[in-house]
């Protein structure tokens, strides 16, 4: 069993938080973090909506069904019955005793008006994403941390060739697909997975007219991760009104299988209104949905880059979850044209800029964006990292440097 190192921050909250909620992606493991707690320290009764007859009785009475509950409590899947929100927040209001309820769930549950005001201040809510490459390896990632404590000119790496590069962006990071040897055995659990995901999750969501449109946006999607999101463009290539696009990208961000990275600016309020980059939560599932192997990546540089920029935004996301920072994840284009393909904001306003280049070298040109950033940042920039598949960290002037990629999980 792989060892997850968000777990810390869901004992965390345990101990002075009436509510816990893991929330992320259906088959990233959840069930069995939250199984792992319960058995060891924290001690809670465990059910999950899973269950047909457990489903039945929770949404025939959702407030009777939690004052019978043995508490502390564990409900798996509670995006099933969201009712059972509410009755919480009451039951909740009476006894604040911390650790009281461990919730998970593979929908964003807070995404329904009502459930996110109810238990405002009462839950600590915990993104579990796929498997990083640290956890993988077993060992815990640190490149965070180390940027922001100015060491970015000390990280440690090792030599990673595209070939391994590839199969890592194909092979993804859930559990499941990880432990299997094939392409071919991967690609079996993926088309399951899209299958249940796309008939289950979201026909419990939402009643969409046409959800045969779902799997040919997802395709669409998968070609265009890391670009900016266009609707006029995705909804002329995927024959989606404009006017529906918003609610479908809306339950794929729901359910954990896409998200949004929005635009940096050091004014606040044009973040708001700048186009945010699309992504996919695991790069084995984009790779997937484009029909493609690791040969085949490799094979088309293009795609490659996409998908390898894919790759990098989630694994910091990833530890952007665990690394006790407040963290915030943005893109950066200038209006002259320049761009920095990751931007790292810390809860002070310091920033780390972070692009990602396919190429075994680095030279000054690549930088180009990195210094333009450094410019409007001004006393918040801390570093500014190029990212590539070379085997040596080399300084190209003040705060500035070209890493190997390996130094995210070094």
């Known amino acids: 069993m792989y060892k ?9 909250g345990l101990s002075d938080t009436p509510v816990v909620f893991i929330r992320g992606a259906r088959q990233t493991g959840k069930t069995t973090l939250a199984r792992e707690i319960v058995s060891s320290k924290h001690k809670a009764n465990y059910i999950t909506l899973d269950s047909a007859a457990v489903l039945s009785a929770a949404g025939t009475d959702a407030a009777g069904f939690i004052s019978r509950l043995k508490k502390p409590a564990t409900i798996d899947e509670v995006q099933r019955v969201p009712e059972l929100i509410l009755a919480i927040k009451e039951e909740v ?12 769930g593979s929908a964003n549950i807070l995404t329904i008006p009502k459930v ?15 498997l990083s490459r640290g956890e993988i390896a077993g060992t815990r990632e640190t490149f965070i941390r180390k940027v922001f404590k100015g060491g970015a000119g000390k990280l440690k790496f090792s030599k990673t060739g595209i070939e391994d590069l590839a199969d890592m962006i194909i092979t993804g990071g859930y559990p499941e697909p990880v432990k299997r040897a094939s392409y071919e055995r991967r690609a079996s659990w993926f088309d399951s997975y899209l299958t249940t995901v796309i008939e289950r ?6 009643n969409i007219h046409d959800i ?3 799997p040919r946006l997802l395709k669409l999607l998968s070609a265009r991760t890391g670009s900016l999101r266009d609707n006029s463009e995705i909804s002329r290539s995927s024959g989606i009104p404009n006017a529906s696009l918003a609610r479908y990208m809306s339950l794929l961000e ?3 299988l896409v998200y949004p990275v929005p635009a940096w600016s050091s004014n606040f309020g044009k973040r708001l209104v700048k186009s945010p980059k699309v992504f996919f939560t695991d790069t084995g599932v984009a790779g ?8 085949r990546l490799i094979a088309d540089p293009t ?11 989630s694994e910091l996301f990833k530890q952007a979850a665990w690394s006790g920072m407040r963290l915030k994840i943005y893109h950066f284009r200038a209006h002259t044209g320049q761009e920095v393909d990751l931007v790292l904001e810390d809860s002070s306003g310091k920033v780390a800029g972070i692009e990602v280049k396919l190429s075994a070298s680095v030279t000054a040109k690549h930088f180009s964006g990195l210094r333009e950033f450094r410019r409007l940042a001004g006393d918040a920039f801390i570093a500014g990292i190029v990212l590539y598949t070379g085997d040596q960290l080399v300084p190209f002037g003040n705060d500035l440097f070209a890493v190997p990629v390996s130094a995210l999980w070094g």
Do not use: C, Q
């Open 4 to 12: 997850r190192f968000v777990s810390e921050s869901v004992r965390a």
């Open 93 to 104: 209001d009476r006894n604040r005793t911390a650790g009281r309820y461990l919730l998970t």
């Open 116 to 130: 996110a005001d109810s238990l405002a201040g009462r839950m600590e809510i915990v993104t579990l994403w796929p």
């Open 201 to 206: 999750d979201i026909r419990s969501l939402a």
């Open 212 to 214: 045969s449109l779902m």
């Open 254 to 256: 729901g359910i954990f």
């Open 288 to 295: 997937h949905l484009l029909g493609i192997d690791a040969e």
């Open 303 to 313: 795609l490659t880059g996409k998908l390898f920029e894919n790759f990098v935004s």
